[in-house]
DNA sequence: AGATTTCATGGAACCGGTTCCATGCCTGCC
DNA sequence: GGCAGGCATGGAACCGGTTCCATGAAATCT
């Protein structure tokens, strides 16, 4: 409703001063500066940054790319980014963009190319060449969580330290048929996070001497996913392994809810370790490698703003750390307490 | 960076008829539009909402309010919201405002007020007559999902006719001890959807001619919350329900892991019933009041757009349905059962 | 054929801010 | 005392679109 010109008009000053005395950029008197601030906060005054944005280029808001929002991980660094923008007096607009979207080429040609953002975060979207390139000729500062963009700031944990880590835990406390239950590298986008789990998970078995070959199952990475995939691969009593490596906590939890089903006691006769930190975790008794993603949408905020400020378009990328949470979800193989026992 | 004046010059056209050509108002030649737009093309020219809303007032962008990301309902609702207002061309600018959120005040009084918004949709938002008053000052279209505004369309299901229908569900199979678990009306802000949750359990008890006193625990509207709830309810065998109405389903799963922690078979010991259609209730074969999130999204967006439109502020409210799914965590209850087998 | 419409286009104003530039005052310094 | 420089302010241009208005040509009507 109310414009800069009425404030002024009501201060009794130009335009000029009244932009002036409202942003703090350049020379005003401390008189006028309280008379024009009593007026805007007479009539109500809220500056457009739209009007703003067409000259100075900021808009004050940030465009964020996501693929999921109900999964758990997603949603947290959602909400995370949300909180550091608004903070920021950043607005945030949500494009959400599951793996075989059919938007996905308007948003990137059209949405995003608006001149509406003053930069952009992709959170686990596998961009292509194309892609990519689309968006550095915005030329607005980029900065992507969960997986590595060519020439763009990353803020990401180490999936193979991480799923490396969950494996070696199992194998320290003495599995040997372990096996691995996480994405597929065909069905979804995975931003190489299913990859690198995989590997993590694979190198870690083959510095333990054992082999790697039909260790794997894919799943989807939810809960109902892992279930199905649990009531699968523990039907059969005879190729039962005693340990499962799960990419993402909400697999473990179906797997564990499959185990449980089929009458096999965890972590007695099955452990079982995810990756995350969900906060159903404490109630499944899941042993999980947590993450943060709410740190890890802090500092993507905090590094996309820096580059806004500094004008430079890479920022520092960054690998965040995990920490193992032991719960009772894993244990030492039947088979080695008995000996133990003896 | 190419703005419309550099499409016009190369069309060899004024800026107003490029203007006209481009977004199709007003009288433009069929071979200068082909010109106009080729050239717009050719120069990967996209139009500047920002430019254009100064002058139209019109933004293409909408406001979204929401307490919650993480929890099901709420992650459906947005995913449905941001692919309807895509598909019209509309940015989704997102504010999470969870219960006691200190930014509160800020979201309303500046960040909603900068004139960014065609309209405002508010999701489960108990707002106060101050921040409706706001709201309406922007002379805005406003729409609401999940309970009532002043003044405002809300698109919304029957939470007490939900609620009496799955306890009647349970009454029907001849229940007579049924505990309801649901949301505090203190803790949280509730928008209702507690209390009318709670008022149809108590109207279906009553008219069953059964007593409502002490048949009420409250719980967080998580399956933690459902869990931790149920081992206390459930863990006094002389005092245990037959039956249990779950005001959500994440409770519901909640309240079932709790059960079988406790050695208590769903369903022959005990019923559960929730409300929402959650994903995984098929995995706990939970009997469900499922409602449709995703509906209520898109109807709101419809709403929203068509106030927008017909610049009437006020669109039509609407009641969308639920439906009741029975799976087997619901069955009469062993006594009956026994008396049925003689 | 002359008078209206309808269509097509260009020029210019405008939306609401920011910023450049010019002006004038006051202070400090040589 | 005159001049340079800092401070305070106003006028005007500008950002990138849309739209009003004027103009002229072509089509339609009387």
Request: aromatic share 6%; hydrophobic share 45%; net charge neutral.
């Amino acid at each position: 409703m109310s414009a800069i010109a009425d404030v002024a008009r009501l201060a009794g000053v130009a335009k000029a001063t009244a932009s002036r005395a409202l942003s703090g950029r350049g020379y005003v008197s401390i008189e006028t500066r309280a008379k024009v601030i009593a007026a805007a906060r007479q009539i109500g005054y809220v500056a457009s940054p739209n009007a703003a944005s067409l000259v100075t280029g900021r808009t004050q808001s940030v465009g964020v790319i996501i693929p999921y929002i109900s999964r758990w991980f997603f949603g947290e660094v959602l909400e995370s980014l949300e909180l550091a923008l608004l903070e920021q007096g950043y607005d945030m607009t949500l494009y959400n963009l599951p793996p075989a979207s059919p938007e996905r080429d308007r948003v990137f040609e059209f949405f995003l190319a608006r001149k509406r953002f003053d930069g952009i975060i992709s959170v686990c979207v596998e961009l292509s060449e194309q892609e990519v390139e689309h968006l550095h000729q915005l030329r607005r500062p980029l900065v992507g969580i969960g997986g590595p963009i060519r020439g763009v700031a990353t803020i990401e944990i180490d999936d193979v330290a991480a799923a490396r880590l969950a494996t070696e835990h199992l194998l320290s406390l003495g599995h040997r048929d372990i096996v691995h239950v996480g994405g597929s590298q065909v069905d979804e986008m995975d931003f190489q996070v299913h990859s690198n789990r995989l590997r993590g998970f694979e190198a870690a078995m083959t510095a333990a001497g054992l082999p790697v070959s039909g260790c794997f199952y894919s799943s989807e990475f939810t809960t109902p996913g892992g279930y199905a995939r649990g009531l699968a691969v523990l039907g059969d009593p005879r190729r039962r392994p005693t340990a499962i490596f799960a990419a993402s906590d909400e697999i473990a939890f179906g797997l564990i809810l499959a185990a449980r089903e089929l009458g096999i006691r965890v972590p007695t006769e099955l452990s079982v370790i995810g990756i995350d930190g969900h906060p159903h975790a404490e109630m499944f008794r899941l042993t999980t490698l947590a993450q943060h993603p709410r740190m890890q949408g802090e500092l993507a905020v905090r590094t996309l703003l820096a580059g806004l400020a500094s004008g430079s378009s890479v920022g520092a990328s960054a690998v965040l750390p995990t920490s193992l949470i032991i719960r009772s979800s894993t244990s030492a193989p039947r088979m080695l307490r008995g000996l133990g026992a003896q």
